[in-house]
């Protein structure tokens, strides 16, 4: 993966965030430059991060208060976060590279305060571009970085997304397209006249958000 990906802010999930991010969880952290964003518009008053990058790692130390370098599946959250404390758990294109992402949000979601979130981004393999040059042309090629990141091990649909966020408890309260269309934009045009019906061939990625 490019320096980009570890060093990009995620300012799309900005709108489904509490406005007191309280104690705050983030998977993939990358060099910490989503916190740094959310700490600039929100109250965060702790934050730890796990990355299993090492130089990722060490850049985020600067702006998480604890920084775990290590895979989410072997990092000890539950040693160092008290269950029900969390205000914010963030997973920001995590769980489609992991082998088994049930187990991770079944295991991370026993932390999460109650009127916690559970913020998620996953990418959308029914979006119509895939589909085309699957159907059309047999392209299945991974790649370095989109939809089929080399790095992917598991691939979902908007329904299957939203089996993964409530698998271990908590109840949807938001799934989105990622990317928000200006109005007069063709794809914006396009949902409006279909009245959304396309929307899950539209999108690219998914923000899922969940809570008790």
């Not at 929100?42 to 985020?60: C, F, H, L, N």
């Not at 990141?149 to 598991?154: G, Q």
């Amino acid at each position: 993966m490019s320096g980009e990906y570890f060093g990009r802010a995620r300012r799309d999930v900005f709108p489904w965030l509490p406005e007191n991010c309280g104690r705050l969880l983030e998977i993939g952290c990358g060099a910490g430059a989503t916190l740094a964003a959310i700490r600039d518009i929100r109250s965060v008053s702790s934050a730890i991060g796990v990355e299993p990058d090492a130089a990722s790692a060490a850049k985020a130390g600067a702006v998480f208060d604890r920084i775990f370098h290590a895979t989410v599946e072997a990092a000890p959250v539950e040693s160092a976060i008290a269950p029900g404390s969390l205000d914010v758990i963030l997973c920001l294109d995590v769980l489609e590279h992991l082998v088994d992402p049930w187990a991770t949000v079944r295991r991370l979601t026993p932390l999460l305060a109650p009127g916690g979130r559970l913020v998620v981004s996953l990418p959308n393999i029914r979006n119509w571009k895939f589909i085309s040059r699957l159907l059309f042309g047999g392209n299945f090629r991974y790649v370095d970085a989109g939809l089929l990141d080399r790095t992917h091990l598991r691939f979902f649909t908007r329904e299957t997304a939203i089996e993964l966020v409530e698998c271990g408890g908590l109840k949807l309260s938001v799934c989105a397209d990622a990317k928000q269309y200006t109005p007069f934009e063709f794809r914006s045009i396009l949902l409006k006249l279909t009245g959304g019906a396309l929307s899950g061939l539209v999108a690219k990625q998914y923000i899922l958000v969940a809570g008790r």
